[in-house]
Nanobody
């Protein structure tokens, strides 16, 4: 089963920073068209999309992290990152990486999808998650 793998979680004081990484198999994106996203599941809440990026550099964030988190990926062969700064206790949760081959960032939403009329089948590839704990 194809998976992506997250790393970089840990414990940090409020106001601190962490960088999450997500590795994908080298041949996952062929041709090199994709969308990847970070999701998180906060305590007592449903999983939510945090940030997304596609291969042409389009990004999208939820309002609660915009200006504090930065999603990046330098080409199909390099890891996906989530640079998190000014962390708050309410950012505590499990963070997941997700990839959609042939996907694009959805307008106005930190999620991935296929363009209308795409000839490709929608497929999500998930990691197992990495825990982030922010103490106040």
């Amino acid at each position: 089963q194809v998976r992506v793998e997250e790393s970089g979680g840990g414990s940090v004081q409020a106001g601190g920073s962490l960088r999450l990484s997500c590795e994908a198999p080298g041949d996952m994106f062929f041709p090199r068209v994709y969308c990847m996203a970070w999701f998180r599941k906060l305590v007592g809440q449903e999983r939510e999309g945090v940030a997304a990026i596609d291969d042409d550099g389009t990004t999208s964030y939820i309002d609660s992290v915009r200006g504090r988190f930065v999603i990046s990926k330098d080409g199909a062969d390099n890891p996906l990152y989530l640079e998190m700064s000014a962390l708050k206790s309410e950012d505590t949760g499990t963070y997941y990486c997700m990839a959609v081959p042939f996907g694009r960032v959805q307008a106005g939403s930190p999620r991935c999808g296929l363009v209308p009329g795409s000839r490709y089948q929608y497929r999500e590839i998930w990691g197992k998650g990495t825990m982030v704990t922010v103490s106040s």
